[in-house]
């Protein structure tokens, strides 16, 4: 089966927050989003809220549940109690925990898991207690032994970390050493029952490979490329693009 599209609303909420002025809507273009055929919106709400806002996440739960219910609401973020909170407010499907600095622009590493076991452990075990499939960000160096101690988590999935695979678009050789690096550590987590989503600075042009090596692929959860390719093509039609790019018949 195809991988599932999320769109991830950060960048345009970044727009909007430019100005003290309710557009672009995040709302209006994630309504778009799910009604062109992504399956999912994704947000990062960081503690600063520089571009989704915590207001934000009750009003994305009720577009999804009150217009499209078989979409999936995915939040990610470092694991803060402040962080569960919201969560455990708003209810996603999934929650993707990211071992990030409050200070940092974006995400860019995988979970350390063996310093950091103690840690996910406990908040696996409470994210799933309030009935929410949790991913870890995990990085895609073909590390088997990472991806066990990813599992012995009790965590649902791993979100594998794309952005050096992305960051070769005019390095063809380059690019494909990494995705098959991303498709080892794929291999090694299906093997064991863990799901795999991935995500990060993915691009309609290099997704295909991407899906191409990585067969059991659940979710991409795409938003800077798709946002830049949507002043270009509209939010509607760049989303049947990326779903396309995915494999979908759409």
């Known amino acids: 089966m195809p991988a599932k599209l999320s769109v991830n609303l950060n960048a345009i909420a970044m727009l909007r927050n430019r100005r003290d002025l309710p557009w672009p809507s995040v709302i209006g273009l994630g309504r778009i989003a799910l009604a062109a055929g992504a ?64 200070s940092q622009a974006t995400s860019d590493h995988g979970w350390d898991f063996a310093a950091n076991m103690d840690l996910l452990k406990g908040v696996v075990k409470r994210l799933k207690a309030g009935h929410m499939r949790v991913s870890l960000f995990a990085d895609g160096d073909g590390n088997p032994d990472a991806v066990k101690l990813a599992k012995e988590t009790g965590a649902d999935r791993i979100e594998l970390y794309t952005g050096p695979y992305g960051g070769c678009f005019d390095d063809p050789a380059r690019a494909a050493e990494l995705v098959e690096l991303l498709g080892r550590t794929a291999d090694a987590a299906h093997a064991i029952g863990l799901g795999v989503n991935a995500g990060h600075d993915l691009t309609v042009e290099n997704m295909p490979m991407l899906a191409a090596r990585l067969p059991h692929l659940a979710e991409v959860s795409i938003g800077h490329g798709l946002t830049a390719d949507a002043l270009e093509y509209g939010m509607a039609e760049t989303v049947r693009r990326f779903c396309r790019a995915c494999g979908q018949k759409i």
Do not use: M
């Not at 207001?55 to 803060?80: K, M, V």
């Open 39 to 102: 399956s999912g919106l994704t947000v990062h709400p960081r503690p600063d809220q520089r571009h989704i806002r915590f207001s934000d996440l009750p009003e994305i739960r009720a577009l999804i549940d009150d217009e499209f219910p078989q979409a999936e609401f995915n939040i990610e973020g470092y694991p803060t109690e402040e962080f569960l909170k919201l969560c455990e407010e708003n209810q996603p499907e999934q929650v993707t925990l990211v071992p990030d600095d409050p």
